[in-house]
């Protein structure tokens, strides 16, 4: 089992910025990305952003590239979404994912945390 729980959302002007965290936990080493995504109302869920869990590298939607940056924090098993630069159409409910070694899926989900971006 894997543990997912995010913190940081919040409302933002438009062009602020906030640091999501997702704080992992449980079979760390089954692990083998974390991804972040969002969802809007009325909208499909949205990949955002991946980081291997081993070796840091990273992938980002054109969506948000050069505005939003992955990142872990090894000793406290924690991985970051600074997200720069928002925009209205940025409003969403942002969650952490985890995919296992071996698995073609997102195997675990954090809870959500909302983000809503005044204009």
């Known amino acids: 089992q894997v543990q997912l729980v995010e913190s940081g959302g919040g409302l933002v002007q438009a062009g602020g910025s906030l640091r999501l965290s997702c704080a992992v936990s449980g079979r760390t080493l089954t692990i083998d990305d974390i991804g972040w995504f969002r969802q809007a109302p009325g909208k499909v869920r949205e990949f955002l952003a991946r980081?291997?869990?081993?070796?840091?590298?990273?992938m980002y939607s054109d969506s948000v590239k050069g505005r939003f940056t992955i990142s872990r924090d090894s000793a406290k098993n924690t991985v970051f979404l600074q997200m720069n630069n928002l925009r209205p159409e940025d409003t969403a409910v942002y969650s952490c994912?985890?995919?296992?070694?071996?698995?073609?899926?997102?195997?675990?989900w954090g809870q959500g945390t909302q983000v809503t971006v005044s204009s």
């Open positions: 994912a985890a995919n296992l070694r071996d698995s073609y899926l997102w195997d675990y």
């Open positions: 980081l291997s869990w081993g070796g840091g590298r990273t």
